[in-house]
């Protein structure tokens, strides 16, 4: 592949994590990685920390677009960089930076801007205020619908995890994605193979994901009303899910696990993965990692959203619990074996680095497209 690096890049990014755990910090941290693959020293990297909002005056900011790192000083900094390194793109990894986007193009308008959106912000978090009915769920999600909406107006290129997103920024919106750039996750299998222990004498089937509204609202819903009718037990696994034990185990039925050390210890012992997920946008983390371990999954729509292709070569798509229990039942006519090279060929064509790589690199006009490649 011939590459077009005469660009000169600037990443603004939130604050990257050396060992991200959560899907979002994990895909930041690809991107911020696949960025560097490419341009190496003509890229320009910003990092803003989350500051807390705290006063009067900060509420007002926010409302502004100040949240997530954005204010006055840093918004001066990337004017300054744009200046200094002449920088002709701007790769803004999240749609909570709207803000900048608005600024940046009033005072370089020659600077093409392309926005990296994670989901779409405004119903992710009225999905949240529908969970948590509070002033603070209702201000957040008003704050970020108001950044989202400069990041779509004054952005040149918007770029979705799936064509559900870019459908949604339209109806919210008025305009849709220019591109999608579907989950990718760094390889994990590699490193971790040979440590993996035998499978567990007894069955089980794995729920992985951090304690946030849609995973707890989710696996909540599927131990009640799925869990009594199948014969298979069931260990959850995600931080946070420790103060949940009372709530959710059952003797023999279902095990809460919480935070561990390796997922991919609990990846590859599992019989398949299931994914009862009803709310949120954007793409789950997790059905792109059970591929990255061959692992068949059995999970909602919602879960597959922007899987769909593949959806039922990966698992099947259940909409009731009634779907749920015969999925389940028939679940060894779709394992064909505890590491399904198939499924993992999936992970490694549309949901890999170097899928995420090619993407990325076309996107942004790196790739030379009269040279042979």
């Known amino acids: 592949m011939n590459l077009n690096l005469a660009a000169t890049v600037m990443l603004l990014t939130n604050q990257l994590e050396e060992s991200p755990s959560g899907g979002r910090e994990m895909l930041c941290k690809l991107n911020h990685d696949v960025l560097t693959d490419i341009y190496g020293d003509r890229l320009t990297v910003l990092q803003l920390s989350k500051q807390p909002i705290r006063g009067f005056k900060s509420i007002i900011n926010a409302f502004r677009g100040h949240i997530d790192g954005v204010n006055s000083e840093t918004i001066n900094t990337v004017f300054h960089l744009i200046s200094t390194k002449n920088i002709n793109k701007l790769f803004v990894d999240g749609s909570n930076f709207g803000e900048v986007v608005k600024l940046v193009k009033k005072m370089f308008p020659q600077v093409q801007v392309y926005t990296f959106f994670h989901n779409v912000e405004v119903r992710f978090f009225l999905d949240s205020f529908r969970q948590n009915k509070s002033i603070h769920a ?184 009634d779907d749920f229990v015969v999925a389940i039942d028939a679940v060894d006519e779709m394992v064909v074996a505890r590491f399904d090279e198939e499924l993992r060929s999936i992970y490694d064509r549309k949901y890999s680095y170097t899928a995420a790589r090619l993407r990325l690199a076309m996107i942004l006009n790196a790739i030379d497209h009269n040279a042979d490649t």
């Open 138 to 321: 209702l201000a957040v999600c008003v704050v970020n619908y108001l950044a989202e909406r400069k990041s779509v107006k004054f952005t040149d290129k918007l770029i979705c995890l799936s064509q559900r997103d870019s459908q949604l920024l339209q109806k919210i919106y008025g305009r849709q994605a220019m591109h999608v750039s579907p989950m990718a996750l760094r390889d994990q299998l590699v490193s971790n193979a040979q440590k993996v222990t035998e499978p567990s004498q007894q069955k089980f089937a794995l729920f992985v994901g951090g304690v946030f509204y849609a995973n707890r609202v989710g696996i909540t819903w599927f131990v009640k009303h799925v869990v009594p009718r199948i014969n298979i037990k069931i260990c959850i696994v995600g931080k946070g899910f420790e103060r949940y034990k009372k709530e959710l185990e059952l003797e023999g039925k279902v095990e809460v696990i919480g935070a561990v050390d390796s997922l991919a210890e609990w990846y590859l012992r599992a019989h398949f993965v299931i994914a009862p997920i009803f709310d949120g946008s954007g793409m789950k983390t997790k059905v792109a990692e059970a591929l990255m371990y061959g692992k068949t999954v059995i999970g909602t729509a919602e879960a597959f959203s922007g899987y769909e292709e593949n959806a039922y070569k990966v698992g099947r798509v259940c909409r009731t619990a």
